[in-house]
């Protein structure tokens, strides 16, 4: 019932779809960027962390709280960071992850609100310098926000091989059109299409087995 692009969008609410993960690969290397849009209803309240793994709940790197005021506060590095937020809007959440010198930088709508080491966990210790999921949950009774045109930014090879293991699936008997979009960091959009034909030539093979009846 809210959404930037038509005609859907993730809706988090408390006891109908706890911890919904997006899988981000266990990024090793590179510069990314994992942005998305949110949109928090007045009086209501949202949550997201940042896991090193995609296995759940091994690290989390971050957690963000969005209050039920507008206010918000990014826990990194065992430190609480404060921010603002507009309610009853769309607005811009980044994290801006360069594993190679170990930096990451956190943005909401368009303002930057921290800067740190990226191994650290949001206690402080020293964590694994990996990139693993986002996770959007409803950390409190009243959170209740909308999460649309989530975006992952990366160098070319390891993106490619992401791509590559989340659209692997079966496809039905026939030709299946997909279609791929992917926008880099400065926003510069690239797509491609292609058909997918799977044709069931294979003659069926039954199998029988003996069964013996003695009559009195």
């Known amino acids: 019932d809210n959404f930037v692009s038509a005609p859907n969008s993730l809706k988090i609410e408390p006891g109908s779809n706890m911890d919904q993960l997006l899988l981000l690969g266990n990024q090793t290397s590179g510069n990314w960027a994992v942005s998305f849009k949110m949109f928090i209803p007045t009086g209501k309240a949202g949550y997201i962390n940042i896991q ?31 921010f603002s937020y507009p309610q009853n809007v769309w607005f811009d959440v980044v994290q801006e992850v360069d594993l190679d010198n170990d930096i990451t930088k956190f943005w909401v709508n368009g303002v930057l ?16 310098k990996q990139l693993g999921a986002i996770n959007f949950f409803p950390a409190t009774a009243n959170d209740l926000f909308y999460v649309d045109d989530v975006t992952l930014c990366g ?10 293991r989340r659209y692997t699936k079966k496809y039905a008997v026939g030709t299946t059109t997909i279609n791929l979009e992917i926008t880099d960091k400065s926003g510069n959009p690239a797509s491609c299409s292609f058909d997918v034909t799977v044709a069931d030539n294979e003659m069926p093979l039954v199998v029988t087995t003996n069964h013996s009846a003695t009559l009195a």
């Open 113 to 128: 609100v921290k800067t740190w080491q990226y191994s650290k966990n949001y206690f402080g210790a020293v964590g694994t």
């Open 52 to 82: 090193q793994f995609e296995t759940p709940a091994i690290q989390w790197q971050q957690q963000t709280w969005f209050n039920s005021d507008g206010t918000g506060n990014l826990q990194a590095n065992n430190s609480n960071n404060a």
């Open 155 to 164: 160098p070319a090879s390891p993106i490619g091989d992401y791509i590559a």
